[in-house]
């Protein structure tokens, strides 16, 4: 089990009536979302850190990545690099 660090914080009223809708596990939940947005904020850096040694994306590369998004997203069994089953 991951190392664990007690901590309280402080949401309005409404937010954790609502969170509390969703899931019984609220600190779990809780963890999920943190992790995903330190994740996001890591991925971010990284882009800016390439783009400053590289040069910025261009609209070719950017279409490129957002159509591989799109076909990973969209569970393609014909995307390239997929197995067959």
Do not use: C
């Amino acid at each position: 089990m991951a190392e664990t660090t007690r901590i309280t914080v402080t949401l309005p009223t409404a937010d954790v009536e609502a969170l509390r809708k969703l899931t019984d596990n609220v600190s779990a939940y809780v963890a999920e979302a943190v992790a995903r947005r330190i994740r996001h904020q890591l991925r971010r850096e990284e882009f800016e850190r390439y783009q400053e040694e590289h040069g910025a994306f261009t609209e070719e590369e950017l279409a490129k990545a957002r159509a591989a998004i799109a076909q990973a997203l969209s569970g393609d069994q014909g995307a390239p690099g997929a197995r067959a089953a």
